[in-house]
Every structure is written in structure tokens, then in C-alpha cells.
């Protein structure tokens, strides 16, 4: 806040007066907990604690007004008491605002005593099996009851979980509190004016862009319900990332902490958890994950009687007996009849036995050349690290919302971070200064374009026929036209090239009289063609880490690795429009067209021409679930 508020300072608001916290652990500091977005104070009077949410100045929405009149209706639901608030107005709250204007459009609302699930990760604090149990069926039964009134909250994170069941003995409320609820969703809300793209830790791969629908908390929502869950085991408990028991940059990937929470789900509260897990962890859309009603009827009544013995927590972990156990499981898990779902296919060996394939991502990410530094070999520093060096190649790319991300997600880690000099915030604050520019600039520079390409469209058809006799007179004869049928071939440079002819149709169908029919198109051909009239159709890959794959299909070989910035070139196109024939890095293959930034000049490739078959025969893809890789294949499977 730019006028900070003190300790002890008495503010009345609405004839109660409040008095600000003392911090317990920070004598003479106000009790406060500062986000991205606002700072939260604790309040004091009489009528008990209470909770004022003060917003950054870039955040500060009159529209919270309304909002705060909608979000009343779900106050009565346990876990959204924070719903029940008032929005601080001038025209209601005016005493107060003229002496601290800082507080307009501030939210006064329930303070929630307890601990985030942030907090609980980040200290290791240990969870019985009936605390554990009890948190998560008070979960489920409150994503249940939101998903079955169409509400989301949009934003499901460890920090926006409060605890208050872990330290009430006898709970007069929920056990489980929901905050920072401004981007909720539910018919007749209004769609907020920036969407999140999800908590780091949390965020599924396909929301980049911001998801705010009724099954937006599917993804979310089950991994919180199996950290929960899991956080039982010692072995998990050490394994944790950080704020999160998963990092960022390995989320829906076959690692280490996926398969170790996914074992210890299943040897402590049976198969069903697991297998949701497994559903929602290989989804391609929160949608597809499973309901939190299938999640509640997953769920015992009752702790385990019998709980799998762990090695003590202090003890070294190791994750060459945790791939053998999880082989085990999984092998020992198939039906009675020898089958399995196919939406849960089994690992094969190579997957399961490769240390290559259970690293961490970072490992596999190599240093940009001319780094000043040597990132660290493991850790929160080394993750640090390679988001810091991906922001600038993305700024330096002009990728500035990759760059903008990245280096958010570096500051909210550590505010303080630098490397090679460059401190994270004055990165930031370049980008943002180089978005501005932009966008003060693009309406300068579109409508003149606007007008060029009006104009030079008028010109085509002014003079467009003009070409033939320029064209016809260069070479002594008689000028001709397209319509003519006696037209000579020397007017066939001027048609655009043609597409592939589909299959079961002559090549020489539909033919303009006096065309020079085409010859039988080759892979040569095609990338000849494509080279003189697509060579400027260059892009970019938009996705943090791909794998260049030898045809379309999920399942051929890769043949290089590619990062969110890298420039490729567009070849050709497959028939169904969704993969692309690209050249990077010296080599040809094939990306998938979520993958990339597709530009307009894409609408010009062919149709690419002896594509690789299918390494997997046609059968395999029947079934609801992906494909697994060849054997032969270096890299862990790539996901959309």
C-alpha cells in the first residue's frame, strides 16, 4: 500500500471500530499477509476479528461493489464465509475514506483463523490419517456442492486454502476455508478483465490463456484432494517441491513426485484415489478430469485399519526402489481377466527403468549460451535459474507475455532474485515499459496498413489483366487473358500453386483450360514449392518444452527438443490441418499445432506429401486413452 496502515491504528468503519493487529511474531508491525494483488489485514473489535482486504492500485475495481452483492448468495455454503463482505464506498463509507483514501473500494469480510495449505507444505508439518481424511472429504464435499450450483473459484491454490480444522479443536465452522474468491465463476457473474492462468504448481497445461467455466477447478481442486491425501506419507512429505508438492515445470509429466504420490495414494487409500489422480493428471482439458462427486464416493468413511509401514522421514530416499515399487504396483494391479482400462495404459519397461525419463525437467533444459553465470545443479536455484535465462531469450525473442510470466513466477519465489547483475524486478519492469510501447504503437501503424492493403487490392483489380499482355508482348505474342481457352502456357506462373489433389479424385479434375497440368507431386516438390512461396511463413513455438517429432503423431520418434521462443519454419501441413511440417534447428519434422503460434500465411502451405506412417498400427487408437511412445524413444512422452 503506498500509505502503509499501523499497528494499532483504530479505523471506524459502519460504527464499529476496529483496531489493527499487532503482528505475533513482528512486535510493533500491523498483521498482515501482502499477495500479488492486495494486502489483508487483521482487524479487532468487540464483535471479534475481522478481515480488510486492501488492493494494490493497480487492482482496484469498483466493480467489487457489484460483485460482492452477487457473491452474497454462496456466503451460507461451509468453506465461502469469506463471500459474506462489504465493499468500502465513498458514498457510504466517506468518513473514513477521506482519511484514508488509500482504502477505497477495500473488502471488509470474515477473518479465517489457520494455516494455508501453503504453509503446511512449506514447513512440513505432518498430518494424521484422521486429519488428513477429514480434510479431504471437507473438500470434496464443498468442490462437490460448488460444481453441482455451477460455481468455480477459478484460482484453487495451497495459498487460497485455509485450514481452520487444524486448529480448532471443536470446529463451530468449516474445516476448510476458501479465499481470494474476485475471480469466481457462476452464471450472471461478470467475467473478470484479466483470467489467470493458474497458480504456479497447480495451473493445467491448457490454460495459458485463462480458464473461467463451471469445471475450471477440476485440475486444481484434484491435485490439492491427493497432496492432502498423500501428505500422510514421510516419504512424500520429503519429496515436495517447495510451495507446492509438485514444480511448476512438471506438472501432467511422468516424474519422480508424480509416481511417489501417486504409489503411496494408492497403498494407503485403495485404488479408486489413485486412479482419479491418474485420470486427471493425463486429462488434455480440466473438463475431462473427473467430478469431485466421483471423488467424494472415492473416499473410505473411515481410516485405514492397516497403514503401510515407511521408513523414518530422516531416512535417504531412494528413488531407484521407488521406480522398482512402482513397477510392482502396477504391474500386480491389472484386472483379474489380465486387462486394464485403456485410458490407464502400463508403463513399459524402458519408461519405468530409465533415469533419464524420472529427472527433473531442469535437467534435461540446457544453459543458453554466453550465461554469465552456471546455474546450480539442483533445487529451487537451479528451477530459478532456467525461468530467469527463458526470460530474456523470450524478451529478447519479443515474446513478452512468455517473458512477463516467467519472470512473475521468479519474483514471487524470491522478490530479491538476480542474476548476472540483472536484477528479476528490473527485467519485469523493462518488459512492461516494452508492452506499453507496443501498445501505443499498434494503433499508429494498423490503419495505415489498413489503407495500403485497400489500395493495393484496388490496384489488383484495376490493373490485374494488364499482366497477361505485359507478359504476352515480352515474348512477341498476342496478349491473352485467363478467361481465353486459347491461352498459351506462358500466363501458368501467374496461378497460384495448387493443393493437393484429395484422395480419390483425378489430379486433373476441375483444371482451368490452357493450364499447364501439374506434375505428380513429391516430397522434393513440396518443399521446393513451399520454400519459393511460403519462405517468409516463419513462427515461433509457444509451449514451454516440445519435442520435434519425425511424423504426426504423438507416437513417432523425436528428433530434437524445442523451447517456448524458438523460430521455426512452416513446410506443409497436415490433411486434417492439426500438424505442421516445420524446419528447426537443421532438422524437418513435425509439431503439433497447439505447440506453436499459427500465423496467417499458414493458410497457404500444401498438403504435405509422403508422411511417415504411424508407428503404432491403426487398432491402438481406439480406445479413450494416448498412445504410448516406441520403445526407441529418447524423450518422455510429449504432451499437447
Not at 533419464?356 to 546450480?376: F, M, N, R, S, Y
Request: some cysteine.
Amino acid at each position: 500500500m503506498p500509505n502503509p496502515i499501523n499497528q494499532g491504528q483504530v479505523i471506524s468503519i459502519e460504527d464499529v471500530q476496529y483496531t489493527v493487529s499487532e503482528h505475533p511474531t513482528a512486535p510493533g508491525m500491523p498483521y498482515g499477509q501482502e499477495g500479488r494483488v492486495a494486502t489483508v489485514l487483521k482487524l479487532e473489535s468487540g464483535e471479534g476479528a475481522r478481515a480488510l482486504k486492501v488492493f494494490k492500485p493497480r487492482f482496484v475495481d469498483p466493480h467489487q461493489v457489484a460483485l460482492a452483492g452477487q457473491l452474497a448468495s454462496f456466503a451460507a455454503l461451509p468453506g465461502l464465509s469469506v463471500c459474506r463482505r462489504v465493499v468500502l464506498t465513498p458514498q457510504r463509507h466517506t468518513p473514513v475514506l477521506r482519511t484514508l483514501p488509500d482504502l477505497t473500494y477495500a473488502v471488509l469480510m470474515p477473518w479465517i483463523e489457520g494455516p494455508t495449505w501453503t504453509q503446511v507444505i512449506t514447513e512440513r508439518q505432518t498430518l494424521s490419517l484422521e486429519q488428513a481424511l477429514s480434510l479431504a472429504r471437507s473438500l470434496a464435499c464443498l468442490f462437490a456442492e460448488m460444481e453441482q450450483r455451477g460455481l468455480a473459484h477459478c484460482d484453487l491454490s495451497g495459498a487460497n486454502l485455509i485450514l481452520p480444522g487444524l486448529v480448532n479443536e471443536i470446529v463451530y465452522c468449516s474445516p476448510i476455508e476458501l479465499v481470494d474468491v474476485e475471480q469466481m465463476y457462476a452464471a450472471g457473474l461478470t467475467r473478470p478483465t484479466t483470467l489467470t492462468s493458474g497458480s504456479p504448481g497447480y495451473a493445467h497445461c491448457s490454460a495459458d490463456s485463462g480458464v473461467w467455466d463451471d469445471k475450471a477447478d477440476r485440475f486444481a481442486g484434484a491435485l490439492l484432494l491427493a497432496e492432502i491425501l498423500g501428505w500422510v506419507s514421510p516419504a512424500v512429505r520429503a519429496a515436495a517441491w517447495s510451495e507446492s508438492y509438485f514444480s511448476p515445470v512438471e506438472l501432467q509429466r511422468n516424474g519422480e513426485r508424480y509416481q511417489l504420490l501417486l504409489k503411496e495414494i494408492r497403498s494407503i487409500w485403495g485404488d479408486g484415489a489413485a486412479r482419479l489422480l491418474e485420470f486427471s493428471w493425463k486429462s488434455e482439458l480440466p473438463a475431462d478430469c473427473p467430478t469431485f462427486g466421483q471423488w467424494m464416493m472415492a473416499l473410505p468413511d473411515d481410516v485405514p485399519v492397516e497403514v503401510p509401514s515407511h521408513p523414518d522421514e530422516n531416512d535417504e530416499h531412494d528413488p531407484d526402489k521407488d521406480r522398482a515399487d512402482t513397477e510392482n504396483t502396477q504391474t500386480n494391479e491389472k484386472d483379474s481377466d489380465g486387462t486394464r482400462e485403456e485410458t490407464q495404459p502400463e508403463l513399459n519397461d524402458e519408461e519405468v527403468n530409465t533415469p533419464d525419463l524420472l529427472e527433473p525437467d531442469w535437467k534435461q533444459i540446457e544453459v543458453p549460451t554466453g550465461a554469465e553465470e552456471e546455474i546450480p545443479k539442483g533445487g529451487v536455484e537451479a528451477e530459478l535459474g532456467i525461468l530467469f535465462e527463458r526470460a530474456q531469450a523470450a524478451l529478447n525473442d519479443r515474446n513478452l507475455p512468455l517473458a512477463r510470466r516467467l519472470l512473475e513466477e521468479v519474483l514471487r519465489q524470491r522478490p530479491d532474485y538476480q542474476r548476472g547483475g540483472i536484477l528479476a524486478r528490473d527485467l519485469l519492469r523493462q518488459t512492461n515499459a516494452t508492452v506499453k510501447t507496443d501498445n501505443v504503437r499498434k494503433p499508429r501503424i494498423l490503419p495505415v496498413l489498413l489503407i495500403l492493403f485497400i489500395v493495393a487490392c484496388v490496384l489488383f483489380v484495376l490493373v490485374g489483366g494488364s499482366i497477361t499482355a505485359i507478359s504476352s508482348l515480352g515474348n512477341n505474342q498476342p496478349a491473352t487473358t485467363y478467361l481465353d481457352p486459347t491461352a498459351t502456357p506462358v500466363v501458368a506462373k501467374y496461378i497460384p500453386a495448387a493443393t493437393a489433389t484429395p484422395v480419390g479424385e483425378s489430379p486433373n479434375e476441375g483444371a482451368v483450360a490452357g493450364q499447364v497440368p501439374a506434375s505428380e507431386p513429391t516430397a522434393a516438390n513440396t518443399l521446393a514449392n513451399n520454400s519459393q512461396n511460403q519462405s517468409s511463413c516463419t513462427t515461433t513455438v509457444t509451449s514451454q518444452l516440445v519435442y520435434l517429432l519425425k511424423g504426426p503423431d504423438p507416437n513417432h520418434k523425436a528428433l530434437d527438443v524445442l523451447y517456448a521462443g524458438d523460430e521455426i519454419l512452416l513446410l506443409a501441413t497436415s490433411k486434417n490441418g492439426n500438424w505442421y511440417q516445420v524446419e528447426a534447428k537443421d532438422t524437418t519434422g513435425w509439431l503439433y499445432k497447439d505447440w506453436i503460434y499459427v500465423p496467417i500465411c499458414a493458410n497457404r502451405l500444401s498438403i504435405a506429401q509422403n508422411i511417415p506412417a504411424s508407428p503404432l498400427p491403426a487398432e491402438s487408437h481406439s480406445g479413450g486413452s494416448k498412445p504410448q511412445p516406441p520403445a526407441d524413444n529418447p524423450y518422455p512422452y510429449p504432451l499437447p
